[in-house]
């Protein structure tokens, strides 16, 4: 699976990931696409993505070998 489908499923999955994101930093599952998840730069989702995808691992909500 791609970066946004696998944040797309955590957040689905885990509403500990989901309140965190939506509580913590203001993001919700609508605001991420495929090209703020690789965004580095100010006002991109890519480390955040990345740390949901963490904690989803973590979780065992996908496995790290799901991703491409």
């Not at 489908?5 to 495929?34: K, M, P």
């Not at 090209?35 to 996908?62: C, H, K, R, S």
Request: glycine share 6%; hydrophobic share 35%; aromatic share 10%.
């Amino acid at each position: 699976m791609d970066k946004l489908e696998a944040v797309q499923r955590i957040l689905r999955f885990s509403d500990e990931i989901r309140e965190w994101c939506e509580e913590n930093h203001s993001v919700y599952f609508d605001d991420f696409d495929s090209e703020n998840v690789d965004n580095y730069e100010p006002g991109g989702f890519g480390e955040l993505a990345d740390t949901i995808i963490e904690n989803g691992i973590q979780e065992n909500i996908i496995e790290a070998d799901d991703l491409l």
